[in-house]
């Protein structure tokens, strides 16, 4: 499977050094995960759950809360209180914000300033990860991939724009980053993707197949790995 490298987080986690942390300490490790559809699905978390726990060598206990169409808006008010408290807490919105014509670019960044100090406020023991939201596409034409010779299919122009925003806040707060676009292989990829005999994005262009999904995950699960052993 391809590996392609991120230009903008080396070993395609950005801010690594707090992942670290997730070495320390005995028993299992504890995540929650909040997201999208991309989360929704199980089939990405599962994966890098199922490769943290073999490379770690210890068990990786997972609780996903997430849902189609979620934005960061949708993050609950408070932790899960049924379930112990969590090691690493991983935010996976920003597509749908991306999609979101009508998006207040400053306001979604005060919200996303408010909910990471919020949720460093309510689990300071927790390490916090964003992943940056892939390169999704509208097939409404005005694009100029290469490989799309009608020029159909194009990232919106608030996609980008957002996963700046979530760039630029998680290095303000050191938290770490994953560059999920440049890792499925940047400009182009979401069209890409869809091609060939065995294709790993269905054809909306946005969402992965359950192949693509547990690609990704082993991508996301081997940057991890490489972020908490320091190397």
């Given at each position: ?12 986690t950005?801010?690594?050094?707090s ?6 300490g005995e ?12 989360s ?13 726990e073999?490379g ?16 960061l ?12 408290a ?5 935010l ?10 009508a ?14 100090a ?12 964003l992943l940056?939201p892939p390169?999704?596409m ?9 490989d ?5 299919w194009?990232?919106?122009a ?5 996963r ?5 806040v998680?290095?303000a ?6 560059d ?5 292989g ?8 869809t091609l ?10 946005v969402?992965?197949?359950e192949?693509?999904?547990d ?17």
């Amino acid at each position: 499977m391809p590996s392609p490298v991120s230009a903008i987080c080396p070993g395609g986690t950005c801010q690594p050094d707090s992942l670290g942390r997730l070495v320390q300490g005995e028993g299992p490790l504890r995540i929650v995960q909040f997201g999208d559809s991309h989360s929704a699905s199980g089939w990405l978390p599962e994966a890098y759950r199922n490769r943290l726990e073999a490379g770690l060598g210890r068990p990786v206990e997972l609780r996903v809360m997430a849902r189609v169409g979620a934005t960061l808006a949708s993050l609950p008010p408070q932790l899960p209180t049924d379930v112990p408290a969590p090691d690493l807490i991983v935010l996976a919105y920003g597509t749908n914000e991306g999609f979101d014509d009508a998006l207040d670019l400053q306001a979604y960044e005060a919200r996303l300033r408010a909910e990471i100090a919020r949720l460093q406020a309510a689990a300071p023991d927790a390490v916090l990860l964003l992943l940056g939201p892939p390169e999704a596409m509208r097939g409404e034409g005005g694009g100029t991939c290469p490989d799309d010779p009608e020029g159909r299919w194009r990232e919106p122009a608030l996609l980008p724009l957002v996963r700046d925003v979530q760039q630029r806040v998680a290095a303000a707060n050191g938290v770490a980053y994953w560059d999920w676009r440049g890792r499925m292989g940047g400009s182009c990829a979401a069209h890409r993707l869809t091609l060939g005999p065995e294709p790993l994005m269905r054809s909306d262009h946005v969402h992965f197949n359950e192949a693509g999904a547990d690609w990704l995950g082993g991508l996301l699960a081997a940057d991890l790995l490489t972020a908490v052993r320091g190397r």
